[in-house]
């Protein structure tokens, strides 16, 4: 009897066979048998192994990566998503007017009005010694109607400095003249409030008792009235709710 090696073996023609039911079943048992191997691989598989820039989003599954497992600086640089526009603010805030040394308005936002400046009160004379010809006037204040219900705002006055006018004729503006009220380009008092509130505050002028008005009472840094050799300029602002603001008719 002839001898047939494994070689010979290997190189004789096997018919075809047609794939029968039982055949499939048995190559998905193998299969399956084989599912522990290639576990043990995919959890034994190193940086080494993997080539750079080969793996893709596709192959993570969602939700598995945490922070720990990213870099620290990467993790910094993500930004969410942009959030909705917030809603919008109240009407007009933030109005301002910046009033001039003679007590008239320079700039503003819009809709105020000087009603009266520096003047004199009634039944009392004028530096020159004349009475007093501004009805109803308060002197070294100044008074300004806004033009809206000043009862649910802010008023904020603040001096404007000056360095380009000296003073006090000391040759110095920039406000480094040493001793006290030395520097009056810089220095000075200011208070501002709403009018026509009972018992609290008065406003003298014809008209200008009311919560649409503010007064303005600009001082020397001792307190004192100013008078138009010291005066400077001051910025008036109206913060809050400017909803219910009318402009002045023309």
Request: aromatic share 4%; net charge negative; glycine share 12%.
């Amino acid at each position: 009897m002839t001898q047939v090696t494994l070689r010979e073996q290997a190189l004789v023609k096997l018919p075809s066979v047609k794939p029968t039911p039982s055949f499939v079943i048995s190559v998905l048992a193998l299969t399956v048998s084989l599912g522990g191997t290639s576990a043990y691989a995919m959890n034994t598989i190193g940086s080494r192994d993997i080539k750079n820039d080969s793996i893709r989003s596709i192959d993570v599954k969602n939700g598995t990566l945490r922070v720990k497992d990213m870099n620290p600086n990467a993790v910094k640089r993500l930004k969410g998503r942009q959030g909705a526009p917030g809603a919008a603010g109240p009407a007009g805030v933030g109005r301002w007017a910046l009033v001039d040394a003679d007590g008239q308005i320079e700039a503003q936002s819009g809709g105020f009005e000087v009603v009266s400046a520096y003047d004199v009160v009634n039944n009392t004379t004028n530096p020159d010694g004349t009475p007093g010809s501004v009805p109803a006037g308060a002197f070294g204040n100044v008074y300004i109607d806004a033009n809206e219900d000043l009862s649910n705002n802010g008023i904020v006055a603040v001096i404007a400095l000056q360095n380009q006018v000296d003073q006090n004729d000391d040759g110095i503006q920039n406000g480094r003249a040493p001793g006290p009220d030395a520097n009056p380009e810089f220095s000075g008092e200011i208070t501002a409030t709403m009018c026509g509130i009972a018992g609290v505050v008065g406003c003298a002028p014809t008209g200008a008792n009311t919560m649409e008005h503010l007064v303005v009472s600009p001082r020397l840094s001792d307190g004192s009235l100013t008078d138009d050799q010291n005066r400077k300029r001051f910025y008036v602002i109206v913060a809050g709710d400017s909803s219910d603001y009318v402009p002045p008719a023309r």
